[in-house]
């Protein structure tokens, strides 16, 4: 499975960082744009930001195009007009749409083994912000940490195989994680809806008709009368049966990060398994702590959520091999050191 297979290389590449402090963001969004694009392109895929790096902005294009639709997409006229201005504000949208045309193109000739998704590269910017968050949560709550390190340990080994999938996807203290930082970490700025001819009352105040109205899914989904107590605090509990104690509220329809109905994410069911394969594979292979340099307050006021999630002060973390995967990586190593030794000998 891709996603398995990614995260495995991740970790694999963390690995050879081990004793230095590494920038999580950072590979989580490489790691997030080489996901998609095996699943877009299938076989015809170079998308490779993990082993070359983004020598061409890849990343960053593609975050700052979604910050231009988000906005000049509330004027659909300003957005056309913009298309067709060469290096005014665009630039990024033109990087994309260029390394599209050249994936499309090699597409055409080229037959995987796998089927792809060949419609459209979408999710990577939102599903590597969620899991930047995830991760910095449970990093930031060392109980959260090992009571799901625990939970990782007792299920499986080292490596989660595709045929344990079904296991991970039904732990319970994984699910509530994932489901926490779905909550807390949406950039979805929710769906505007013209109020009707007659009019609508909203919050006991009247709104003319033909007004643009929208709640932001972040604004409900931390609202008091959603989630209590703590609403605004990463508390994977509240998830699980009993909640946070007597009284506790959690209003499960009320978290909109995918929308829903007919105008509902398609991606949902990828975007969930992403965020339980990468982060199952990484407190599996490390333990992991944030870097001793990092700074909480310094992070929290760098997040900038327009649809997509921009980290202006990057994860600093450390990660130790644990001894199971520290073994696999040597083994790894025997066999491809006597793999090429055989086949120079040929």
């Known amino acids: 499975m891709t996603i398995s297979r990614r995260s495995r290389q991740l970790a694999a590449h963390l690995t050879k960082l081990e004793t230095q402090t590494i920038d999580l963001s950072s590979y989580i969004r490489r790691w997030s744009y080489d996901v998609m694009g095996d699943l877009t392109f299938g076989k015809s895929s170079r998308i490779e930001l993990m082993s070359d790096g983004d020598e061409n902005g890849v990343v960053s294009s593609g975050q700052k195009a979604t910050v231009l639709f988000e906005v000049l997409g509330e004027i659909p006229m300003i957005f056309d007009l913009m298309c067709y201005l060469p290096n005014i504000c665009m630039q990024e949208i033109h990087v994309l749409r260029k390394l599209a045309n050249d994936l499309l193109a090699t597409r055409k000739q080229v037959q995987g083994p796998e089927p792809d998704i060949c419609t459209h590269l979408a999710g990577s910017d939102t599903t590597s912000g969620v899991l930047t968050l995830l991760l910095y949560y449970i990093l930031a709550d060392r109980q959260v940490y090992k009571k799901l390190s625990a939970e990782l340990d007792l299920n499986f080994r080292h490596v989660i195989e595709d045929?344990?999938?079904?296991?991970?996807?039904?732990?319970?203290?994984?699910?509530?994680?994932?489901q926490e930082a779905l909550r807390l970490g949406t950039p979805f700025p929710g769906l505007p809806r013209v109020v009707p001819p007659d009019g609508s009352v909203i919050c006991s105040r009247f709104i003319p008709a033909g007004t643009i109205v929208g709640v932001p899914a972040y604004a409900q989904q931390v609202s008091p009368e959603n989630f209590w107590p703590h609403p605004l605090e990463f508390m994977p509990q509240r998830w699980l049966p009993g909640g946070l104690g007597p009284g506790s509220v959690l209003n499960k329809s009320a978290v909109m990060c995918f929308s829903s109905g007919p105008f509902g994410c398609l991606g949902k069911t990828l975007a969930i398994r992403e965020l339980y394969i990468a982060t199952a594979q990484l407190l599996l292979a490390f333990d992991l702590e944030l870097d001793t340099s990092f700074s909480h307050?310094?992070?929290?006021?760098?997040?900038?959520?327009?649809?997509?999630?921009?980290?202006?002060?990057?994860?600093?973390?450390?990660?130790?091999?644990?001894g199971g995967w520290k073994f696999l990586v040597y083994l790894c190593s025997l066999a491809?050191?006597?793999?090429?030794?055989?086949?120079?000998?040929?």
């Not at 491809?336 to 040929?346: D, V």
């Open 297 to 322: 307050d310094k992070f929290k006021a760098g997040i900038q959520n327009m649809r997509s999630t921009l980290f202006e002060y990057p994860l600093l973390i450390t990660a130790r091999q644990r």
């Open 336 to 346: 491809s050191s006597l793999f090429y030794a055989s086949a120079a000998r040929i």
């Open 163 to 178: 045929n344990e999938l079904s296991v991970l996807f039904q732990l319970p203290y994984m699910g509530a994680v994932v």
